[in-house]
Nanobody, 126 residues
């Protein structure tokens, strides 16, 4: 059974950092594109970042480019999202996503992804 479990969320001051983790089980990451989406209260779901299965190509939303970094460690079946220089507008529930797909990944369409984690909350506030 496929499962994605996020961790690492919490309360952080503006300008601070957090690292989110997504532990996958029931499949091996090698053949899957992985990503992160987020949703703030009253706002639409937004694609944040993704990483492809093959060449580790990455994509980022313009709002996080230069501040967030996505990485994958297939050996321990885990994907990470390092978030630096956090802003209050980064406050949201963050979801890890996965789809069996080679070569590319997408952040503009959540329907591309077959598997979702339960989410981890990030709050950026002073």
């Amino acid at each position: 059974q496929v499962e994605l479990v996020e961790s690492g969320g919490g309360l952080v001051q503006p300008g601070g950092s957090l690292r989110l983790s997504c532990a996958a089980s029931g499949f091996t990451l090698d053949y899957y594109a992985m990503g992160w989406f987020r949703q703030a209260p009253g706002k639409e779901r937004e694609g944040v970042s993704c990483i492809s299965s093959t060449d580790d190509g990455t994509k980022y939303a313009d709002s996080v480019k230069g501040r967030f970094t996505i990485t994958r460690h297939n050996a321990n079946n885990t994907v990470y999202l390092l978030m630096n220089s956090l802003k209050p507008e980064d406050t949201a529930a963050y979801y890890c996503v996965a789809v069996r797909l080679g070569g590319v990944c997408y952040i503009n369409d959540a329907n591309e992804y077959d598997y979702w984690g339960q989410g981890t909350q990030v709050i950026v506030s002073s």
